[in-house]
């Protein structure tokens, strides 16, 4: 089943969808605040959703979700004590994937949690691209080579997702450098070299096979090694 990070600064509140949660075989972690609640996602990016109250100390629920967007996809429930239309679209627009007002059924919420589920595993098959054997999903950032899961950092996915995006075409260590780390990072290409390196040895024979380095100019995806 699903990891799930349950914020909410009640505890009772988190005591109650937990146990509903964990009889479902869900594995369910418990934050009492937005800040916790991202140290967790950050911690474990193998949580398969969150269910985030709005209303929570040092950061809130629309801003825990807004942060959470900028690195993945996971399927975001929002809950609030309040039902208006204008706590729904603010977080729907923060990213949300479902929104819940209190009071509420724990039962109700297991059922929405599930069909999250199903629909984010449906998604993920759909947008499951393959190349020669190895398989991207970039709303899971997920990795597999013939079947087998292969486990890369964030910045590391990134740089994979960026070659993959065309195939053939050489990136330049700033390219990447700009796209992975950011503009305003004050690092140098270096940086890019050691993790493409690390890349390459994950990824293993297929790594050696087909990703290249362009001397010169930088890196790239391509059918095979010897390919000009």
Known sequence: MSKIIVADDEQLIRKLLGDFLRKENHTVLEAEDGEKAIELFKK??????????????????WEVCR?????????????????????????????????????FSPAVIVKR??????????????????????????????????????????????????????????????QLLDS???????????????HVARLRTKLGSWGESHLKTVYGVGYKIQEKLNEE
């Open 180 to 194: 992975v780390w950011g503009f305003d990072y004050f690092g140098d290409t270096r940086t890019v070299d050691s």
């Open 44 to 61: 474990n990016p193998d949580t398969g959703l969150l269910i985030l109250d709005i209303m929570m100390p040092e950061i809130d629920g």
């Open 113 to 174: 949690v599930e069909a999250l589920l199903r629909r984010k595993s449906a998604n993920r098959a759909e947008n499951s691209n393959n190349y020669w054997g190895l398989a991207i999903d970039p709303s899971a950032h997920e990795i597999r080579i013939d079947g087998k899961e292969v486990e890369l950092t964030l910045k590391e996915f990134k740089i994979l997702e960026m070659l993959l995006s065309s195939v053939g075409r050489a990136y330049s260590r700033e």
């Open 67 to 103: 942060k959470i967007r900028r690195i993945s996809d996971v399927p975001v429930m929002m809950l609030t004590a309040r039902s208006q239309d204008f706590d729904q679209i603010t977080g729907f627009e923060a990213g949300a994937d479902d929104y819940v007002t209190k009071p």
